[in-house]
């Protein structure tokens, strides 16, 4: 029941539409996962809808310079 409702969770978070398995038990598990997962999802688009910027990577490049020809 455990994988079923990770399976369902991860689904949910990707994205992916939903969609269980045929026994009863498992379909259960797995919806809850999906539920909660789609929940995760939809939070994580409003924290970062509200942002309105997209967060930029920044870096600084050395070179290094062998030593006499500086």
């Known amino acids: 029941m455990e994988i079923a409702y990770r399976l369902g969770y991860l689904e949910a978070v990707l994205g992916r539409p939903a969609r269980s ?4 038990v498992l379909a259960a598990s797995w919806e809850a996962g999906w539920q909660d997962g789609a929940e995760r999802r939809r939070n ?3 924290q ?3 942002l309105s910027t997209t967060p930029y990577l920044t870096a600084q490049l050395r070179r290094a310079v062998p030593e006499g020809q500086a």
Request: net charge negative; proline share 10%.
């Open 44 to 46: 994580w688009q409003i």
């Open 48 to 50: 970062h809808a509200a």
């Open 21 to 24: 398995p045929t026994h009863e």
